[in-house]
């Protein structure tokens, strides 16, 4: 179905070899059978970004322990450590942009379009859900906070986990 093809488009960020290959495995279980949302939910594994995508509408939502358990999926290593980070890190850059795009009075196809997300016009729709119960001055700090993580980070032996931790932890107590 056109719901269950867009699904999968968003579990694998757009990314078509990772769509093809999804599909190769989705059709081979299927068997000439429809693929269904069920399938798609037992067998496509979620990519990091998308379990990012969960801490931000955690913390977006002020949900501690919704955020926690999305860290907590990400599996933070030292190996991987840049990578997550950098996820995280675009996923509120893109909320920001939202934000500001929604303050301005800009829709959602507009912004995509004015940021550069061609194809991925769902990055931006999500960043709009995500960011509307933040105000830009509370994403604003969120990314100040994101910062000085990735410094302390960069530049000191630290545990990742740990950092984003305390970094997701600051980030929910902007609220207040």
């Keep these: 179905s056109l719901?269950?093809?867009?699904?999968?488009?968003?579990?694998c960020l757009c990314d078509e070899l990772?769509?093809?290959?999804?599909?190769?495995?989705?059709?081979?279980?299927?068997?000439?059978?429809?693929?269904?949302a069920d399938m798609i939910k037992e067998l496509v594994s979620q990519r990091t970004d998308m379990t990012v995508y969960?801490?931000?509408?955690?913390?977006?939502?002020?949900?501690?322990k919704a955020a926690f358990e999305?860290?907590?999926?990400?599996?933070?290593?030292?190996?991987?450590?840049?990578?997550?980070?950098?996820?995280?890190?675009?996923?509120?850059?893109?909320?920001?942009?939202?934000?500001?795009?929604?303050?301005?009075?800009?829709?959602?196809?507009?912004?995509?379009?004015?940021?550069?997300?061609y194809g991925r016009t769902f990055i931006m729709k999500n960043a709009f859900n995500y960011s509307s119960r933040m105000s830009v001055e509370m994403l604003r700090k969120c990314i100040i906070i994101l910062r000085d993580t990735a410094v302390k980070m960069n530049?000191?032996?630290c545990?990742?986990?740990?950092?984003?931790?305390?970094?997701?932890?600051r980030m929910l107590k902007v609220k207040q």
């Design 159 to 169: 545990e990742p986990r740990y950092e984003i931790e305390q970094a997701v932890t």
């Design 70 to 117: 999305a860290i907590d999926e990400m599996n933070i290593t030292k190996d991987n450590r840049t990578l997550v980070f950098h996820a995280i890190f675009s996923t509120f850059t893109d909320m920001y942009r939202a934000a500001c795009a929604r303050k301005s009075g800009i829709s959602i196809d507009k912004a995509a379009a004015d940021f550069g997300y």
């Design 155 to 157: 530049s000191t032996a």
């Design 18 to 36: 990772v769509i093809k290959s999804e599909l190769d495995k989705l059709c081979a279980y299927a068997n000439g059978r429809e693929i269904t």
């Design 3 to 11: 719901n269950n093809a867009q699904s999968l488009a968003e579990l």
């Design 54 to 64: 969960n801490l931000a509408k955690a913390v977006a939502s002020f949900n501690a």
